[in-house]
């Protein structure tokens, strides 16, 4: 399976400016609540949870691949949000893997 990396590892996460702890990143099929697989290297064979829960200083626990030819939803929550988000930090639809 082909891949492209999204994010590294070290990306970080703010919620007005604070670094977002303990956020989540979620994953969906483009326009839809539908969850959709990432993975946590350029091999595409071990997918990351969904959501990506972000550690302490907001930052991403591991790498974040896209598999590529689908289109995803992507959306930032608050460590409390519900599964789908009812209150999203950030979403963003179509972005192409």
Known sequence: MAVKRAFNDRHQF?????????GKLF????????KQNT????TGSTANSN???????????TECWLTTGLTY?????????SDPPSSPIWSEDVVGG
Do not use: E, H, I, W
Not at 27 to 34: E, K, N, V
């Open 51 to 61: 959501p990506m829960v972000l550690d302490s200083a907001g930052r991403l626990q």
């Open 73 to 81: 939803k992507l959306v930032l929550t608050t460590s409390t949000d």
């Open 14 to 22: 703010f919620d007005v400016g604070v670094p977002l702890s303990g």
């Open 27 to 34: 994953f969906y099929a483009a326009g839809s609540s539908t």
């Open 39 to 42: 993975y946590n290297s350029s």
